[in-house]
């Protein structure tokens, strides 16, 4: 019989107490297969969409190419003339590179939207194990050399660009800023990464711990494993791939990490946040005791889930919107 890590319990009372009213079933990525993904990943497809927020926000979707789509989230007006120009979030959706999609309508973004006074743009990456590395990665540089080239019409402003993401699609954004700064693309801001999945070794405490809560041990190596194929945990994983082996993350965009205390991600996140202020990498790093992974989400209402969404307003904020320093007087 499995034991349940006691580290990994949720103990924050407000989480706990809703995943306790779910039905089992409701997180069972740990009884995935490779060979169950695509039907699995299609039943949860047909699942209704969340409502959006009332505002005036519109959004569209755009094809990229034949392979990539993106859905653009834009404030009344957006596009009108350079001089509106705003800032952008690029964000990557999740599901552990193998589910998830950036066509299904985020209330999160258009929240965003309205409150930042910003462009989202969302990207539709090819998923594994029908599309493993590094096609999500290329259809994620993609997207985000369409928006920087599309940045006039999108009302966009090319220098105020920051990539985000959750769970994988942190662990992409990660990989993301790497690839952008060796190939001398787009340049962006921030990087935003929230509870990112970044290590297919599992070396660390909590990645081994059983029993966590929304998504476990089993969700990742399979996630891993679709992603990577036979070398996930092997020498032979670059960077760009596992974002936590990149040898040098120098000169890349300053960065807030946020991770629950429950979540089997945690040590990972704060070892990538360490090493980036250890390569002079302007890093905030947020903890959240006792949370799971996808918290914030999963029961907004939370006083913790309160907090962390403040925050990563905040952090987008500082990044869209710099305060400029006051000339000096005469």
């Known amino acids: 019989m499995r034991v349940t890590d006691p580290r990994a319990r949720v103990h924050d009372p407000d989480i706990a107490a809703v995943l306790a009213e779910l039905p089992p079933d409701t997180f069972d990525f740990d009884k995935w297969t490779l060979a169950t993904i695509p039907a699995r990943r299609a039943a949860r497809a047909r699942l209704p969409e969340p409502p959006l927020p009332a505002t005036t926000t519109v959004f569209r979707d755009e094809s990229v190419d034949d392979l990539v789509?993106?859905?653009?989230?834009?404030?009344?007006?957006?596009?009108a003339s350079p001089s509106a120009a705003r800032p952008c979030v690029y964000w990557i959706h999740g599901g552990g590179y193998i589910s998830g999609s950036a066509l299904t309508a985020d209330a999160r973004l258009s929240r965003w939207?309205?409150?930042?006074?910003?462009?989202v743009v969302s990207v539709e990456y090819r998923l594994a194990p029908e599309h493993p590395y590094p096609h999500p990665l290329l259809d994620c540089y993609a997207g985000l050399e369409w928006t920087v080239e599309h940045a006039e019409r999108l009302g966009i402003d090319r220098e105020r660009v920051v990539v985000a993401g959750s769970s994988a699609g942190a662990g992409l954004a990660a990989a993301l800023t790497l690839f952008a700064r060796d190939r001398g693309g787009p340049s962006?801001?921030?990087?935003?990464?929230i509870y990112p999945m970044l290590d297919d070794r599992q070396t660390t405490p909590s990645s081994r711990w059983d029993g966590a809560a929304v998504w476990g041990r089993a969700a990742t190596t399979l996630g891993w494993r679709a992603y990577l194929g036979p070398k996930a945990g092997?020498?032979?994983v670059p960077g760009y791939a596992a974002p936590a082996r990149a040898d040098d993350l120098t000169g890349l965009p300053p960065a807030c990490v946020l991770v629950g205390g429950a979540d089997l991600f945690r040590d990972e996140s704060v070892a990538y946040a360490t090493r980036l202020l250890a390569a002079g990498v302007d890093t905030a790093l947020h903890l959240y005791p006792g949370a799971p992974h996808g918290f914030e989400?999963?029961?907004?209402?939370?006083?913790?889930?309160?907090?962390c969404d403040a925050e990563i307003t905040s952090a987008l904020r500082r990044a869209l919107h710099p305060v400029r320093e006051a000339s000096p007087r005469p």
């Open 234 to 236: 092997g020498a032979d």
């Open 113 to 119: 939207v309205e409150v930042l006074d910003c462009v």
């Open 297 to 307: 989400v999963l029961v907004p209402a939370a006083d913790v889930s309160r907090r």
């Open 188 to 193: 962006l801001v921030h990087q935003l990464l």
């Open 69 to 79: 789509r993106v859905r653009v989230y834009t404030p009344p007006g957006a596009g």
